[in-house]
Structure formats: structure tokens, C-alpha cells
């Protein structure tokens, strides 16, 4: 694995790029990397994709267990047109504590880069600024609030839209979870002084586990991440933006109804990853069972009607290779008219990773999976995201021991370019 240059066995993916398997084709990665000294450390845990104003495409890739301190770092990597090319210097906040953690979330909206960093609890707001390097500018710290007692859980997500942010905080309420509004106005990001939360509080609810926002709604996963606990209660929750004021309000609960899967499941995790496109809303389920009762895990697709006005159950996408406890739905991106879809744990925790595509018809089917020459407790899979040139994206942060590693699969390219 080259920490700088395309992946070391890039002449074996020119012969070997495609398989076969279960008669669903399997790609291999066109281009592997690793973080330097300063970003290594589950590298890969997050990754999103950037730009600039200058149509500057490229993606930030996060490594927030940097060795020694902790730090955590964020590194970018800029589309040069035949590969890509890391910048030259890390991102990451000054004067940073030990074991800070930051780059364990990230997000993005137009030339803004949004991460967080889980010790203590922050959220960081970039500016993207013009030219081939992607430089990433701080321009604001923010302190989410910490509510009630503090649980175990480390994690914070962060979602945005143009001038709206959220930001997860999952320890709060002993792990019940609770998530913060922010809005830019005046030249800075204030806190609109809402906080959401599950009003059960029920412990280990995971509120704010999946988060994603588009122009006018909020949706929130609460999985419930340890069902012997309390009651599950598994849901995708909807929130429309305020028309005039700051405050959010609840819309309705996504759950399991309409969807051909059992129902009463005790332990789905529906809402443990998110994402949302156009008229395309994606959860994922990680451990939602088929109907023979195994673990295969699942990602529910709603479809925005805009005559009711409401997300309506589209399809529940199963893991195509019903393999159990792989995580399939850990992580989730859609471009509207397909997903990918991370199994962090399948295949002995190498993991794997696959592309849904919507036909003409509406319907949606398994295109492609995807996996890394590369093996041992990878967890390949456990983030992943469509770049702005369409190539996938997929992070690796058990690489190397738990170095880590990104992964990039360049669509259809393999194919038109005859590596098949």
C-alpha cells in the first residue's frame, strides 16, 4: 500500500480488476492509500467529497487515532484528472488535546468542509478555498451542548444544507442521544438553541447515530444500540425546517411498515447510518433479518411524493451475498439513483462494500460488489461516499493493524478502460 502514490498492485488490478462471484461481479480497488505520520491511524473511518470555487474537485479522508497523541487528522486529496493527489499539508484544529480525536465525522456542503472530534466533544467549520491543493481555512470551533449524564459512547455525526448544521452528540443522556441545531447568519454559525432528543431517553437509544439533512428536512436514526436496554423502538425520524424562527419540527417516524420484511424485529438497528439525495432517502438496517430470521442486515429507500408530501417505502435492499452479521448498512451514500452500501464485518471483518442502481423501471438492483486485493480485519466498508467524478469511495480503518486506508473504485472506468 503507497501512502502517496496509486496502490502497489495496480499492474495486478489491469489483469485482475473484475470477478465473478455468486453471479454478482465483484470490483477491485483502481487506487489504494494509506494516511501519512500525521493522518495514519484508522484512516478511512470517514471520507466525504470537496471542492472548491473554482470547480476543484476532491475528498477529505479522516484518521482520527493518530499514534502517540491522538490528535487526529483529516487529509485531502484533489482529482487530478488521471489519479488523485494528496495535498501537502493535514488538516487539522490547533492546539488539539491529546486524544482529541478529530476526523471520526465529516460532512460537506458547496465549499464548506464540517468534522468532528469526540474529546471533548466539538465540532470544527472549514473553508474550502480556491486553488489545486483544496486548502481547508478553520473558521469556527463549536461546543455542542452536554446533557445529562454522560454515557459511554464517544461518537458524534454532523449533517448539513447550505445554512443549517446538526451535530450529534450520542453520550449524552447516558447514551440516549441528543442532537444540536446550528445556523449560519451574520458571518458566523450560532446555536439556534434547539436541542432534539428522544423524549423516552431511553438508554443507549443512539439518537443521532444516522444523520442527514436536505434543503427543508432533518432525519435522524435512532437505532437503539443496545436493545436489552429498554424497548427498541428503531426509527428514522423527520424533522421540516423552520419557515420563519429556528425551530425544527417533527414531521413523522420511519419505520420497518411497508416494507416486505418481517416486522417486530427485536434487534434491526434501522436508522444506524443515513443518507439523503433529491427525492432519495436511504437507512440502513445492519442487523435486520430476512425472513428466515438471520442477521443478513438491510437498507430500507423511501421516495419523496411530492403530491402527499411525504417519503413514501420504495424497496429494502438485503445484503446480496446473505451473509450473516456482516454490518451491510453500516454506512450508506446515495446520488439519487444509486447507493453504496458498507459490510464492515462480512467475510471474516475484511469487509466489503456494494452498489445498488435504480433502472428505468423504478426498480432497484445489485450492480457490483466491491472489495480490496488486500485481506485481514480490514473493515473495509465501514465509510463510504460517491466523489464528485462519480468514483466510490470506501474507507478501510482496520487496515495495517488499524492504520487504515482508503479506496477508490472508479465506477464504470474499469470496464470502458478493458480491465475486465
Same mark, same amino acid.
Given at each position: ?11 495486478? +488490478?489491469? %489483469? ?47 484518521? =482520527? ?19 488523485? &493527489? ?5 488538516? *487539522? =484544529?490547533?492546539?488539539?488535546? @491529546? ?34 491543493? +483544496? ?34 452528540? +450520542? /453520550? ?15 458571518? &458566523? ?15 443507549? %437509544? ?25 424497548? =427498541? ?28 420484511? =418481517? ?5 434491526? /438497528?434501522?436508522?444506524?447510518?443515513? %443518507? ?10 445492519? &442487523? ?26 420504495? %424497496? ?35 469487509? *466489503?462494500?456494494? *452498489?445498488?442502481?435504480?433502472? @428505468? ?17 480490514? *473493515? ?33 472506468? +474499469? ?6
Amino acid at each position: 500500500m503507497s501512502n502517496n502514490h496509486p496502490h502497489l498492485l495496480w499492474i495486478a +488490478l489491469c %489483469a485482475h480488476g473484475m470477478a465473478i462471484a455468486g453471479g454478482l461481479p465483484t470490483q477491485f480497488e483502481r487506487f489504494g492509500y494509506t494516511g501519512t505520520s500525521q493522518s495514519t491511524g484508522s484512516y478511512g473511518s470517514a471520507v466525504v467529497a470537496i471542492g472548491d470555487s473554482m470547480g476543484n474537485q476532491g475528498m477529505a479522508v479522516g484518521g =482520527p487515532m493518530t499514534p502517540v497523541s491522538g490528535f487526529g487528522a483529516v487529509d485531502r486529496w484533489f482529482d487530478t484528472g488521471t489519479g488523485w &493527489q494528496r495535498a501537502s499539508v493535514v488538516t *487539522r =484544529p490547533p492546539m488539539a488535546p @491529546n486524544g482529541h480525536h478529530f476526523g471520526g465525522s465529516l460532512a460537506s456542503f458547496g465549499t464548506r468542509l464540517f468534522g468532528t472530534a469526540d474529546n471533548p466533544p466539538t465540532a470544527y467549520v472549514f473553508d474550502i478555498q480556491p486553488g489545486n491543493q +483544496l486548502e481547508a481555512t478553520l473558521t469556527q470551533t463549536l461546543q455542542p451542548q452536554l446533557l445529562g449524564t454522560a454515557g459511554l459512547s464517544t461518537g458524534l455525526n454532523i449533517g448539513s444544507f447550505a445554512d443549517y448544521l446538526a451535530v450529534s452528540v +450520542l /453520550r449524552n443522556y447516558q447514551d440516549s442521544g441528543s442532537v444540536e441545531l446550528f445556523r449560519f447568519s451574520a458571518g &458566523q454559525w450560532t446555536s439556534t438553541g434547539q436541542v432534539l432528543t428522544d423524549s423516552r431517553q431511553f438508554r443507549s %437509544a443512539g439518537f443521532g447515530q444516522g444523520l442527514a439533512m436536505t434543503e427543508d428536512r432533518l432525519f435522524i436514526g435512532v437505532p437503539q444500540l443496545d436493545p436489552q436496554a429498554t424497548p =427498541p423502538g428503531v426509527e428514522v425520524r423527520e424533522y421540516r425546517r423552520p419557515v420563519s424562527g429556528n425551530q425544527w419540527s417533527f414531521v413523522t417516524s420511519h419505520d420497518l411498515s411497508g416494507f416486505a420484511v =418481517p416486522q417486530n424485529q427485536p434487534d434491526p /438497528r434501522l436508522g444506524y447510518s443515513i %443518507a439523503v439525495h433529491g427525492n432519495t432517502l436511504v437507512a440502513g438496517a445492519p &442487523q435486520l433479518a430476512d425472513a428466515n430470521g438471520d442477521a443478513v442486515g438491510a437498507v430500507l429507500v423511501w421516495r419523496y411524493d411530492a403530491n402527499q408530501d411525504s417519503w413514501l417505502p420504495e %424497496a429494502a435492499l438485503f445484503n446480496p451475498d446473505m451473509q450473516v452479521d456482516s454490518q451491510f448498512g453500516a454506512a450508506v451514500a446515495t446520488n439519487g439513483d444509486q447507493i453504496l452500501v458498507g459490510a464492515p464485518t462480512s467475510n471474516a471483518l475484511d469487509g *466489503r462494500a456494494y *452498489r445498488f442502481q435504480r433502472d @428505468n423501471g423504478g426498480q432497484w438492483q445489485a450492480k457490483i460488489r466491491l472489495s480490496s486485493l488486500a485481506i485481514g480485519l480490514h *473493515r473495509f466498508g465501514q465509510s463510504v461516499a460517491f466523489a464528485d467524478d462519480g468514483s466510490h469511495l470506501v474507507g478501510a480503518p482496520g487496515y495495517g493493524g488499524g492504520d487504515g486506508a482508503l479506496y477508490v473504485f472508479e465506477g464504470d472506468r +474499469l470496464l470502458q478502460d478493458g480491465f475486465e
